[in-house]
């Protein structure tokens, strides 16, 4: 899981919050009418070219499918050989954008892909051009830390969150309570649909994982193929199982920091002692929290080279202005998705001991903000549970690396299992978050799968590649 402010800790910006609104929806999309997708900001227009955007109207509500509407993004490349199909591209997140991914980010996909598949992909409902959640800017910066350290904090947290969801329900409109995985599901349908196309290829990653497991579970007679890379798993029933697994991964993935820190002269930490480096840093730093998911995000290449650096020229921040206007906010999909109570401060402070005794360094991992912003959210709309793939004409592929610091190995373990004859988990013996461009060999066996439907055996693996630098 990419989990930044603007999906936990990244860019959290936008205009009025029911556009695309109407009061008539279509629970069928016509065709898509595409054109060429136009340079945004700071585009560079040779990688725009041959891009093309469209918008689909859709129900706000899929159980409410006659109600409001909103305007889904939409965008595409199509395939430059013989064509295959489809290829829908699950953006991650959440907040990712996957129009911006087809637009400026194709390298993300081989040639061979490019050659054989339309690649599509969406902004997710909630998400940039999709009618974004936001909420006042000013608002969110007051967001408290999610380490709450007395009773008092803890029921101010509960006050700021339900302060905070009323003002993001007044500036997004009604598709705020719908910003689920499970409606997301009926729109990437609708999607296929409005391509004219009975089935679809699709690759998830992060986040969008989620997404490709419950379409498969909803639609299994319309996937072709589907990757599901860095797995998060659905089925982590409690708030304790959901915190210490990935801790427990974002330990593991800083332990291989310190290693490899050990190990080469070039490391800006060479010789020290890397832990009392990093808790002096903790106990000196005005937001631990912060500070934290600063190394968890350098820990996604992993840039440990750049890790080194940052640790060895770590100041305290300066205090940045207070910002005005409104920013996007899709964190909020989180306390739809997930149940993860915490009954009181007692209970949440238990969380955080137990945190710190079981991980030296990583003691707040950036998954602990998804606990602390639904504290006091309503039951999910689209709670965890097990999955129940049946009919799926190919298993879907599973692809993790075994050092993955925000989606765990044991995650894509547990879901494979859920899959059972259904999943087949190719692994990358080593870091990352993410891990098809890590290595030719997990490129080269995904393309084979998505291209031909050749489905790996059961315990394949790709041998590590250590990080550049």
Same mark, same amino acid.
């Given at each position: 899981?990419?989990?930044?402010?603007?999906?936990?800790?990244?860019?959290?910006?936008?205009?009025?919050?029911?556009?695309?609104?109407?009061?008539?929806?279509?629970?069928?999309?016509?065709?898509?009418?595409?054109?060429?997708?136009?340079?945004?900001?700071?585009?560079?227009?040779?990688?725009?070219?041959?891009?093309?955007? &469209?918008?689909?109207?859709?129900?706000?509500?899929?159980?409410?499918?006659?109600?409001?509407?909103?305007?889904?993004?939409?965008?595409?490349?199509?395939?430059?050989?013989?064509?295959?199909?489809?290829?829908?591209?699950?953006?991650?997140?959440?907040?990712?954008?996957?129009?911006?991914?087809?637009?400026?980010?194709?390298?993300?996909?081989?040639?061979?892909?490019?050659?054989?598949?339309?690649?599509?992909?969406?902004?997710?409902?909630?998400?940039?051009?999709?009618?974004?959640?936001?909420?006042?800017?000013?608002?969110?910066?007051?967001?408290?830390?999610?380490? #709450?350290?007395?009773?008092?904090?803890?029921?101010?947290?509960?006050?700021?969150?339900?302060?905070?969801?009323?003002?993001?329900?007044?500036?997004?409109?009604?598709?705020?309570?719908?910003?689920?995985?499970?409606?997301?599901?009926?729109?990437?349908?609708?999607?296929? %649909?409005?391509?004219?196309?009975?089935?679809?290829?699709?690759?998830?990653?992060?986040?969008?994982?989620?997404?490709?497991?419950?379409?498969?579970?909803?639609?299994?007679?319309?996937?072709? &193929?589907?990757?599901?890379?860095?797995?998060?798993?659905?089925?982590?029933?409690?708030?304790?199982?959901?915190?210490?697994?990935?801790?427990?991964?974002?330990?593991?993935?800083?332990?291989?920091?310190?290693?490899?820190?050990?190990?080469?002269?070039?490391?800006?930490?060479?010789?020290?002692?890397?832990?009392?480096?990093?808790?002096?840093?903790? &106990?000196?730093?005005?937001?631990?929290?912060?500070?934290?998911?600063?190394?968890?995000?350098?820990?996604?290449?992993?840039?440990?080279?750049?890790?080194?650096?940052?640790?060895?020229? @770590?100041?305290?921040?300066?205090?940045?202005?207070?910002?005005?206007?409104?920013?996007?906010?899709?964190?909020?999909?989180?306390?739809?998705?997930?149940?993860?109570?915490?009954?009181?401060? %007692?209970?949440?402070?238990?969380? @955080?001991?137990?945190?710190?005794?079981?991980?030296?360094?990583?003691?707040?991992?950036?998954?602990?903000?998804?606990?602390? #912003?639904?504290?006091?959210?309503?039951?999910?709309?689209?709670?965890?549970?097990?999955?129940?793939?049946?009919?799926?004409?190919?298993?879907?592929?599973?692809?993790?690396? #075994?050092?993955?610091?925000?989606?765990?190995?044991?995650?894509?373990?547990?879901?494979?299992?859920?899959?059972?004859?259904?999943?087949?988990?190719?692994?990358?013996?080593?870091?990352?978050?993410?891990?098809?461009?890590?290595?030719?060999?997990?490129?080269?066996?995904?393309?084979?799968?998505?291209?031909?439907?050749?489905?790996?055996?059961?315990?394949?693996?790709?041998?590590?590649?250590?990080?550049?630098?």
């Amino acid at each position: 899981m990419k989990f930044t402010r603007r999906a936990l800790a990244g860019a959290v910006v936008f205009a009025v919050a029911a556009a695309g609104l109407t009061t008539t929806a279509s629970a069928s999309p016509s065709r898509v009418r595409w054109a060429d997708c136009k340079p945004e900001g700071h585009d560079d227009p040779a990688l725009v070219k041959g891009s093309q955007c &469209a918008t689909l109207r859709l129900p706000v509500d899929w159980r409410n499918p006659g109600g409001p509407t909103f305007d889904l993004a939409i965008a595409r490349r199509t395939a430059k050989g013989a064509r295959v199909g489809v290829l829908v591209f699950g953006p991650g997140g959440p907040g990712d954008s996957g129009v911006d991914r087809i637009k400026t980010g194709m390298t993300r996909f081989s040639a061979n892909l490019q050659d054989r598949f339309d690649i599509v992909s969406f902004d997710p409902r909630g998400v940039d051009r999709s009618n974004p959640v936001q909420c006042s800017a000013a608002l969110l910066a007051k967001q408290p830390s999610p380490i #709450i350290s007395s009773k008092a904090e803890f029921t101010a947290t509960i006050n700021y969150n339900k302060q905070l969801a009323t003002d993001c329900r007044e500036h997004t409109g009604p598709l705020y309570d719908h910003i689920d995985t499970w409606q997301t599901v009926r729109d990437v349908d609708a999607v296929r %649909r409005a391509l004219g196309e009975s089935t679809i290829s699709f690759h998830g990653s992060s986040y969008g994982t989620l997404l490709g497991a419950q379409y498969a579970e909803t639609y299994p007679n319309r996937v072709r &193929a589907m990757v599901v890379e860095s797995v998060i798993d659905h089925g982590s029933p409690t708030t304790k199982s959901f915190l210490d697994v990935q801790a427990a991964a974002a330990q593991d993935s800083f332990d291989e920091f310190v290693k490899w820190c050990s190990a080469a002269s070039s490391c800006a930490l060479h010789g020290q002692d890397v832990h009392a480096v990093w808790a002096g840093l903790l &106990a000196r730093s005005s937001d631990p929290f912060k500070l934290s998911f600063q190394v968890f995000r350098m820990l996604y290449d992993p840039e440990w080279s750049a890790l080194a650096q940052t640790l060895k020229d @770590l100041e305290t921040p300066s205090t940045a202005a207070v910002p005005s206007g409104l920013a996007q906010y899709p964190l909020a999909v989180f306390c739809q998705d997930w149940n993860l109570p915490v009954k009181d401060y %007692r209970e949440y402070a238990a969380h @955080l001991q137990r945190l710190a005794r079981n991980n030296q360094d990583m003691r707040y991992p950036g998954q602990l903000m998804a606990v602390s #912003i639904c504290l006091g959210a309503p039951k999910a709309n689209n709670p965890q549970h097990v999955l129940n793939v049946h009919g799926l004409k190919t298993p879907v592929l599973l692809a993790n690396a #075994i050092h993955d610091p925000a989606t765990p190995y044991r995650m894509a373990q547990d879901v494979q299992r859920q899959l059972g004859r259904s999943g087949v988990l190719l692994t990358y013996e080593g870091w990352g978050h993410g891990s098809y461009n890590s290595s030719p060999c997990m490129q080269t066996t995904i393309d084979d799968y998505l291209i031909a439907r050749a489905v790996p055996k059961r315990g394949s693996s790709c041998a590590a590649v250590p990080p550049v630098g």
